[in-house]
């Protein structure tokens, strides 16, 4: 026990304390140990350090840069829209929201790239088969409308600066194409300039799919960051790659340190590891951002995780020894930004919080907030087409609990949605309440609370419950409990995760108040 003194017995039979120097010493140190394994065990790591993910939840293909002491970083928003959402951070551990980049649906938003150029920030990205860009003076906006630039059948838009100052897009397959000075258009036609590098052929992958490719200048030498061996699929499947030139025309060199990130087989806890994104810090040290799955948790998306580089004598980089993305790592320096990243809203002010997104359809027309109630008018004439409003949920075990009042001809309630075939959720109209997973009603039972009343999904890592109260509080089970593991992209696709949120259908409207999301504790 910490803090316990040294005893022993005394020629009398006395007890006597002994407190010499050495055995004082002795103490002390072993206190300090076992207050220092106390802190690991309920803070999960030592202090100065962070543990993976740096951001719990879907936040695939990640894009960084620094300006200043200031960090920004966007990523693949998919079928969630508004899209591209724009995080800040100045220690790259703790980050916010502070916008979202895209408000017109142009398709499923692939991995997108963030670059500051001549004061300016551009997004480029893939949705719909080709490729967009939006710009903005600052990147809390307004960014403007996406612009075509005409790029089908690539994916993964990187952006360079040559030696002469001309603009290029890297792209998927090893391509690269010339922009236009104001960086809004193409000139010319891709050209082939990167085979990628083999790996092994014995390795379990889902394909080779060169891809992501992210631009680095350092030293005089153009780094080209990718990814290969597919994004989901196997453990092992996921890979960063690295190869340099002298010129953004090449020829490129693969690096001797490659993979620089790669899951090694299924006993780890992170699956899938890949798509590099590389930052300098304000100290001048070096890191990667980056995605993978968590073992178990596919259904979570890929998370983004961080680990530090460091450059070799002759010019190349790679992960330290020793470090990997299960343990801790010493945290870079800098100041936690003081904005939150919690999912709950009280809907205390005139909209909604950044936290939300539609899925697909984005009518934010359906939604008004108004003295702590979010009022949601139906859409569609079933759950299939009511587009829920969802939050990207990031636990392992968490719960969400919201009160709800029912006007006429809406149905309306709580759900746990991947997409259109894979979701769980509970629904309450003025008649009854149900209990869904995917298309098929599981429980149907009278709607003892009426046109008022709380709702309440359990999800107890990847084991579902759902509950209904009158009063929120006598919490009501609803039957039984669901298994949800395989709602992810290996089963159903689509690169999506399980997100909560709300939903209502039908030509009435429903008043929500006080959705709270709780995370449970973390294994």
Request: glycine residues 10%.
């Amino acid at each position: 026990m910490i803090g316990r003194m040294m005893i022993a017995k005394g020629l009398d039979g006395r007890t006597t304390h002994k407190r010499s120097p050495r055995r004082m010493a002795v103490w002390f140190l072993l206190c300090l140990t076992l207050m220092m394994t106390e802190q690991i065990r309920v803070f999960g790591q030592p202090s100065g350090t962070y543990l993976n993910p740096v951001l719990a939840g879907d936040y695939p293909d990640p894009s960084i840069i620094r300006v200043g002491a200031d960090y920004y970083m966007t990523h693949s928003s998919f079928d969630y829209y508004p899209g591209l959402l724009i995080l800040h951070s100045r220690d790259l551990v703790h980050w916010e929201r502070i916008t979202h980049a895209l408000h017109k649906v142009v398709g499923s938003v692939w991995a997108p790239d963030l670059v500051c150029h001549e004061g300016v920030f551009y997004i480029y990205f893939p949705a719909g088969g080709t490729n967009w860009v939006v710009w903005s003076r600052s990147p809390a906006g307004p960014w403007s409308d996406p612009m075509d630039l005409k790029l089908p059948g690539f994916i993964d838009p990187g952006h360079l600066v040559g030696p002469d100052g001309k603009r290029y897009l890297y792209l998927s397959h090893g391509a690269i194409v010339q922009l236009t000075d104001d960086g809004l258009a193409t000139t010319g036609l891709p050209i082939d300039i990167y085979k990628g590098w083999d790996f092994p052929g014995s390795w379990s992958t889902e394909c080779f799919c060169l891809e992501s490719p992210k631009a680095t200048v350092r030293n005089g030498f153009y780094y080209l960051t990718t990814a290969e061996g597919g994004t989901a699929g196997p453990a092992t499947s996921h890979m960063v790659v690295s190869a340099r030139a002298n010129h953004p025309l090449g020829p490129y060199q693969n690096s001797p340190y490659n993979p620089i990130v790669h899951t090694a087989d299924r006993s780890q806890r992170w699956w899938s590891q890949g798509h590099g994104s590389l930052v300098e810090d304000s100290q001048g040290k070096w890191w990667m951002l980056y995605h993978g799955y968590e073992k178990g948790y596919h259904l979570l998306g890929r998370q983004t995780l961080m680990l530090p580089i460091e450059w070799t004598a002759d010019n190349w980089y790679k992960v330290p020894d020793g470090v990997t993305s299960e343990n801790p790592v010493k945290a870079p320096v800098g100041t936690s930004v003081d904005g939150n990243m919690d999912l709950s809203d009280h809907f205390g002010g005139s909209q909604p919080g950044i936290q939300w997104q539609f899925f697909k359809r984005y009518r934010p027309e359906r939604v008004s907030v108004d003295n702590g109630t979010l009022s949601l008018k139906g859409e569609g004439s079933s759950f299939d087409d009511s587009s829920p409003l969802l939050v990207n949920s990031g636990e392992q075990a968490y719960e969400i609990t919201v009160e709800y009042e029912l006007g006429d001809n809406v149905t309306a309630g709580l759900t746990l949605f991947y997409n259109e075939t894979a979701h769980v959720r509970i629904a309450v109209d003025t008649a009854r309440v149900a209990v869904f997973i995917q298309k098929g009603a599981k429980i149907r039972e009278p709607n003892f609370a009426g046109r008022h009343g709380f709702l309440r999904i359990l999800n107890d890592r990847n084991e579902v419950s759902f509950y209904l109260s009158k009063e929120g509080h006598d919490w009501h089970r609803v039957e039984r409990s669901l298994d949800i593991t395989g709602y992810n992209h290996n089963v159903f696709g689509q690169f999506l995760s399980l997100r909560a949120g709300l939903f209502a259908f039908g030509t009435g409207t429903v008043g929500f108040r006080n959705f709270q999301y709780k995370p449970l504790e973390r294994k």
